[in-house]
């Protein structure tokens, strides 16, 4: 029985790392004046993960513009989705949620 919640505790932990090991894999990017959808097909494409969201949560979006060298994706998802966007967002197994941000954390992204 011990060896068993042993194993188990390992194999969790494992799985745990396996995502995190991926989150702070780098990327390089570069987006020229792309639509919300192109960016989001080009993240997806490069990094494997998949894309849950709802249309008018990234409707009116601007276009973006931006370059990322070396970036975790974190970074880049920080970057475009909540600082230019205003687009909350969470990562899950290999998959990425985006979700409307707050009224008042938008509020406060427009301060700065």
Known sequence: MKRLIILLTITLLQMG???????EKRYD??????????????IRQV?????????????????????????TLDNILGN???DICYVDYEISKNTIVLKPLSQQAKEMLQRF
Do not use: C, H, W
């Open 17 to 23: 790392m396996i995502n995190v090991l991926a989150q």
């Open 29 to 42: 990017l570069s987006f020229d004046n792309q639509d919300i959808e192109s960016v989001i097909r080009t």
């Open 80 to 82: 475009i989705f909540v």
């Open 47 to 71: 990094t494997g993960y998949e894309f849950v969201y709802q249309k008018s949560v990234i409707e009116g979006a601007p276009r973006i513009t931006e370059t990322f060298d070396n970036s």
